[in-house]
């Protein structure tokens, strides 16, 4: 009994912010990156303080976006494939994040399965590095509970 205390105890401590743990970017890089994004996405807290960006309303408020389901943000006009894609369980992980924000379109279309899946997200992150250091900076601002 004690050792299966001390193993519910010890996943306890390991299950704690996954998320921001997997974040293996470089956050201050991803703050300079960041500025390509912000042409259609804005990062604001809860309590309505803008934390990166310029207010766009393109592309949803990117706040607590990992570890959030896709097509999460209430109010937001999401494409039907980000729905379907949210619909069947899509989080963004660094992985899932890093993929999509490379190739949107190309990305929805393997996870859905669907050729004529298509990403409302029109600019496409040109190198690996610089989308696991955006998702490091946007895991930096928060992370979904």
Request: glycine share 10%; hydrophobic share 40%; aromatic share 8%.
């Amino acid at each position: 009994m004690k050792n299966q205390f001390a193993l519910v105890a010890a996943a306890a401590l390991f299950a704690g912010p996954v998320i921001a743990q997997e974040a293996s970017g470089d956050a201050a890089a991803g703050e300079t990156a960041f500025r390509q994004c912000i042409t259609c996405h804005v990062v604001v807290n809860d309590e309505g303080e803008t934390l990166a960006g310029r207010n766009a309303k393109v592309g949803p408020n990117l706040y607590k976006v990992p570890g959030r389901h896709a097509g999460a943000v209430e109010d937001f006009k999401y494409s039907p494939s980000m729905t379907a894609a949210g619909e069947k369980g899509l989080v963004w992980t660094e992985e899932q994040f890093v993929k999509y924000a490379m190739d949107p379109t190309g990305y929805l279309r393997e996870y859905l399965g669907d050729t004529g899946a298509r990403g409302a997200m029109t600019h496409k992150v040109r190198k690996e590095d610089e989308a696991i250091d955006i998702y490091a900076y946007l895991v930096s601002m928060g992370v979904h509970e």
